[in-house]
């Protein structure tokens, strides 16, 4: 198979940036997008070239790190699926395929196609735990969990923070993210302790991070890989609202 | 020895104390307002739409009424009043919301498609500012009567000496611009009402998936049904049912 290649090229986050044209041939059905990327690569390197800079580490779509808006397709015209799940046998042969790098302005470009996530690490920083006693192992089963819970805190907990969500908002927000990793931990027994200061805490790194704001479009849902649902979002608004007035009791209580 | 007069605050009265601690500082807070805000003014097109609905039953009753809501200042200044904090509400905490969410992505894509929001969903901000505009006009033109020489008749009271609001709108309606302008309001606030309705449940965290489908069609049927009741008034006109 043979393609146009319409790659977005930056050399670093101040620079501008700016599409260059690559035809590439070679290619198989079976080929995953990121191995059509490599051999693109291959040949760039052989010609002296830069190499497309891209994320990418364990390609099987767990790990969250590949991204690329492919074709205006948040990782790929596949659902529920990363770009690394992405096989060549979804184009056709000679088609012209445009690459960019996920867009927000809290996940600055750091070459190419890679972008800097690092604002998702400090929203689970704010909040993203449990704090649990260390020592010798608990004894299996000492806490309880039903079974919906577990399944549904595991629905939440599927968020493997590839962005994907971010890059798909038409206002670059983090709620489907941050609605996930909140949920997760406020749904399980564990989870219950920090659960007012974990809601408050990571909402107010989402939005420090520069992030937009929910307007229900629902396009995250369709492009999470994990097709985590955009009912967890709402979930989180309870959970904020919940927190922030306990919160104000408790102020008015100790005079804070 | 150093006493400390004040103990250092905990992580948690710290992380209690923040500025964010108010919630309408939060973009959930800010879309919760939106929500709040959009409801009372929701409220007031349904109570709006039936009002106006009395046009059919004629000019005694749609006038009896308007002297009613004019002649009850408590009424009157009540319900405006509740719909000036709405509005300033809406539209001051759009705008910010707007400008955040431009501001969040500041290099556009140049290949992006949509794939699940709609055409609704995307021109709140455009059908909010020309429902906006509409109310302008609407009020200079029906409210306070200035829009006269705009080719329509005015009549400020009828024979019982209460606001003639049938006629108003009866010779208003014979207007070819003046109806265009009202439909395209009318589409403007079914659309932007369709995409309110079911988006202020999961703003306000009142969503549920067994709901979810019910909350989406039950938008469609309230903002259709706003839709026909307000264009049920140009259409009777236009056939001469209510003249």
């Given amino acids: ?256 | 020895m150093r006493i400390a007069d004040k103990r250092e605050p905990t992580e948690y009265e710290a992380c209690m104390s923040t500025r964010a601690l108010s919630l309408t500082h939060t973009t959930i807070g800010k879309k919760m307002v939106m929500a709040i805000s959009g409801l009372v003014l929701f409220g007031f097109v349904i109570g709006h739409m039936l009002g106006n609905l009395q046009i059919f039953l004629g000019p005694d009753a749609i006038n009896g009424y308007s002297h009613t809501l004019h002649s009850t200042p408590i009424l009157l200044w009540g319900a405006r009043s509740t719909l000036l904090v709405a509005i300033v509400a809406h539209a001051v905490t759009a705008i910010g919301l707007v400008r955040l969410n431009r501001a969040a992505r500041p290099v556009a894509y140049v290949s992006k498609k949509d794939v699940a929001t709609d055409y609704a969903a995307k021109t709140m901000f455009l059908s909010g500012i020309t429902i906006a505009l509409y109310v302008v006009y609407h009020l200079a033109h029906l409210t306070y009567g200035v829009t006269k020489g705009l080719g329509y008749q005015h009549l400020p009271v009828d024979k019982n000496n209460w606001p003639d609001v049938y006629h108003n709108v009866v010779h208003s309606f014979q207007v070819p611009w003046c109806t265009a302008v009202y439909v395209l309001a009318q589409l403007a606030l079914s659309m932007h009402l369709y995409h309110g309705a079911w988006s202020l449940f999961q703003s306000l965290g009142l969503n549920h998936e067994r709901y979810n489908e019910t909350i989406r069609s039950s938008a469609v049927a309230v903002a259709m049904a706003v839709c026909v009741g307000f264009l049920a008034v140009p259409i009777a006109v236009f056939f001469g049912v209510v003249k």
């Fill in chain 1, 1 to 256: 198979m043979k393609f146009k290649l319409n790659v977005w090229r930056q050399a670093n986050e101040k620079s501008a940036g700016g599409f260059e044209k690559y035809d590439i041939d070679g290619i198989t059905n079976d080929h995953s997008f990121l191995e059509m990327l490599d051999v693109l690569n291959e040949k760039l390197i052989v010609t002296g070239k830069e190499p497309v800079v891209f994320d990418h580490d364990c390609r099987e779509g767990i790990c969250g790190s590949c991204s690329l808006v492919v074709n205006g397709h948040v990782h790929g015209p596949q659902e529920a699926a990363t770009t690394c799940q992405l096989h060549m046998r979804k184009f056709t042969d000679g088609e012209e395929i445009t690459v960019e790098p996920w867009r927000a302005g809290a996940f600055p470009v750091i070459r190419d196609l890679a972008v800097d996530r690092s604002a998702f690490d400090r929203i689970i920083q704010a909040g993203g735990y449990v704090s649990v006693r260390t020592g010798a192992a608990p004894d299996a089963n000492s806490i309880l969990v039903g079974k919906d819970v577990a399944d549904r805190a595991m629905d939440a907990a599927a968020c493997i923070g590839c962005g994907a969500c971010v890059a798909a908002c038409p206002n670059a927000s983090a709620m489907l993210f941050t609605a996930a990793k909140v949920r997760h931990l406020n749904l399980l027994p564990q989870g219950q302790p920090e659960k007012d200061k974990r809601t408050i805490r990571m909402v107010t790194q989402m939005d420090a991070e520069g992030f937009g704001a929910c307007t229900n479009h629902l396009e995250c849902e369709a492009a999470c890989p994990k097709s985590i649902s955009t009912d967890f979002i709402g979930e989180l608004n309870r959970d904020l609202a919940s927190a922030m007035l306990r919160a104000r009791a408790d102020r008015s209580f100790t005079g804070g």
